[in-house]
């Protein structure tokens, strides 16, 4: 069998998959460790939830472009799209080939499929329906051992491996402390 994982995180400007969007996607191709990462300003500025954006850290003036740093930075999100399909296919594989991985995956998967709807890409979306996903694979591995975490967000999974964090609820940085977890969570 022939496949290839791809870390993925999203930051988006809120939680509703039809009314939000992504602002920062970042992804880490297993096979080579190479780390892409995009940012775009949101498909509908109405939307915007200002309680996401002290989580994640994006700035208002900016994803709305505002500002010069704004307008520098975020891009428009059928471009990125365009990007992001290119780097993928430098792979050779099909989108059924491709696996996701990722912290509470389904949400990332769900954000990035409707963004692709919103783009009218739907039928280019470079991803089958495989993912493995941290959060359960932490659970299952808690219940083998009769143990619980607790809590299964990324902060607390990561702490009990001793994995740090360059800066939490960035999408960088996220997923490179994801794709370490899940090595950590293969050697166990």
């Known amino acids: 069998m022939t496949f290839e994982i791809y870390f993925c995180d999203v930051e988006s400007t809120g939680l509703d998959f039809y009314e939000h969007s992504p602002i920062e996607i970042s992804l880490i191709r297993n096979s080579t460790g190479e780390q892409k990462t995009w940012l775009l300003h949101p498909t509908n500025m109405k939307t915007i939830s200002l309680e996401a954006l002290k989580v994640n850290g994006h700035k208002y003036e900016d994803i709305t472009l505002a500002t010069k740093e704004g307008r520098e930075k975020y891009r428009d999100p059928r471009k990125v799209l365009i990007d992001i399909e290119n780097w993928l296919a430098s792979d050779n ?25 919103k783009c009218g890409a739907q039928d280019s979306f470079p991803f089958g329906r495989r993912m493995l996903d941290t959060m359960g694979i932490e659970l299952f591995l808690d ?9 299964y967000n990324l902060g607390a999974c990561i702490k009990k491996y001793g994995i740090k964090n360059a800066k939490a609820h960035s999408a960088e940085a996220d997923i490179k402390a994801t794709s370490e977890l899940f090595a950590k969570q293969l050697k166990r």
């Open 93 to 117: 594989m099909t989108s059924n080939e491709r696996w996701m991985c990722g912290h509470n995956i389904s949400f990332d998967v769900y954000m990035l499929e409707h963004l692709w709807k």
């Open 143 to 151: 219940l083998k051992t009769n143990s619980s975490l607790g809590n």
